[in-house]
């Protein structure tokens, strides 16, 4: 992504808000931004808004950022900027990421 949009800077925020399928009553900030900004030329993408609770405290810290996310709820939806994909509120999506671990062959050799 960062190739097609021409990115040179790319940062990682992590958040999380569920910790084995189970709503966690606060957010856990795992890593913040790297800049101290008000989000003026960020563009924040999340795999999915769903509450909106994670988007909501990152508007907060990153006012002027533009937000996208590939899957996008109803109860969400109002605070991003665009989205691939609306979901029914009460659908759960198994990512990749969230099913039991497996090791996998590196994709490129190394020399």
């Keep these: 992504m960062a190739r097609e949009l021409n990115l040179r800077l790319v940062d990682v925020v992590s958040l999380s808000s569920y910790e084995h399928q189970t709503h966690q009553q606060q957010l856990v900030m795992h890593k913040d931004v790297s ?25 907060q810290r990153l006012p002027k950022a533009k937000f996208m996310t590939v899957y996008a709820k109803p ?5 991003v900027d665009d989205f691939v ?22 994709m490129a050799e190394e020399s």
């Design 35 to 59: 800049a101290t900004a008000d989000g003026e030329g960020f563009l924040v993408i999340d795999d999915l808004v769903d509450t909106g609770n994670t988007l909501k405290f990152l508007r």
């Design 75 to 79: 109860q969400g939806m109002p605070l």
């Design 85 to 106: 994909v609306e979901l029914a509120q009460q659908t759960w999506i198994h990512f990749p990421w969230d099913l039991q671990l497996s090791y996998a062959e590196p």
